[in-house]
């Protein structure tokens, strides 16, 4: 079984200001890695997926992440937010094999304050 | 192209009715997914569809929950004898033979249950 903790439910901060939202993992299994967003009364889209390789990837909207397998973390940066950026965030996984099923956190409210 | 589509948008029930709510997957995407979102929570999994196959219904809360895909596209959620802990809002995803699991969401059906 997986599990995806987001440690932080909101975090507020400025326009053109850095931002990092947290995600851990725990898993028997290798996963795959995703980071989606949702606006208000939408579903969600995927700003960027880790599979293999390079363990920064880079997604839609400026936002990268980076795969680290030793603290079990994948967690979401972008170097200057926008007040667009205002949304919420869920860090998912899957196994690489067998189920295919996402597991998500709890999700991260970024406020993006002007 | 055209994504996921889900309906109706929303949904108001009366305690101990029965709910259909339909999803329309992207075209030729041969998997099906479906989750269930409670306020403030992340999504969880409740069902996989692999073409008319239904592979994985472990997320399932009980045996009010029924879902078919039965020609492998179209699919519906039946909720029967609805009661007050189905409210959440029901997403529906797609996913095509990109290998990379990627899922593609539909902006889901709120039920609210009253």
């Known amino acids: 079984a997986q599990s995806v903790t987001q440690l932080d439910s909101q975090v507020p901060v400025f326009e053109e200001a850095p931002v990092e939202l947290r995600c851990n993992y725990s898993?028997?299994?290798?996963?795959?890695l995703f980071w989606y967003v949702q606006y208000p009364n939408q579903g969600l889209q995927l700003l960027l997926k880790?599979?293999?390789?390079?363990?920064l990837v880079k997604g839609i909207n400026g936002f990268e992440a980076e795969f680290n397998k030793s603290q079990t973390s994948f967690h979401l940066r972008k170097p200057s937010v926008h007040i667009s950026d205002t949304a919420e965030y869920f860090c998912?996984?899957?196994?690489?094999?067998?189920?295919?099923?996402?597991?998500f956190g709890s999700g991260t409210r970024l406020q993006v304050q002007p | 192209g055209a994504g996921v589509s889900q309906s109706p948008r929303y949904k108001v029930a009366k305690r101990g009715q029965d709910v259909a709510l339909r999803c329309d997957p992207i075209?030729?995407?041969?998997?099906l997914f479906w989750y269930q979102q409670a306020l403030g929570q992340g999504p969880e999994f409740l069902t996989y569809?692999?073409?008319?196959?239904?592979?994985?219904k472990s997320g399932l809360p009980s045996d009010r929950f029924f879902a078919e895909r039965p020609e492998g596209s179209v699919s519906t959620l039946k909720i029967q004898r609805t009661q007050q802990e189905d409210s959440a809002v029901y997403l529906c995803?797609?996913?095509?033979?990109?290998?990379?699991?990627?899922?593609?969401f539909g902006p889901g059906t709120r039920l609210t249950v009253t």
């Open positions: 569809f692999q073409n008319e196959a239904q592979l994985d």
């Open positions: 075209s030729g995407h041969v998997s």
């Open positions: 995803a797609s996913s095509g033979r990109t290998g990379g699991y990627e899922q593609y």
């Open positions: 898993s028997s299994v290798s996963v795959y």
């Open positions: 998912a996984v899957t196994p690489r094999t067998g189920r295919r099923a996402l597991t």
């Open positions: 880790y599979l293999s390789g390079s363990t």
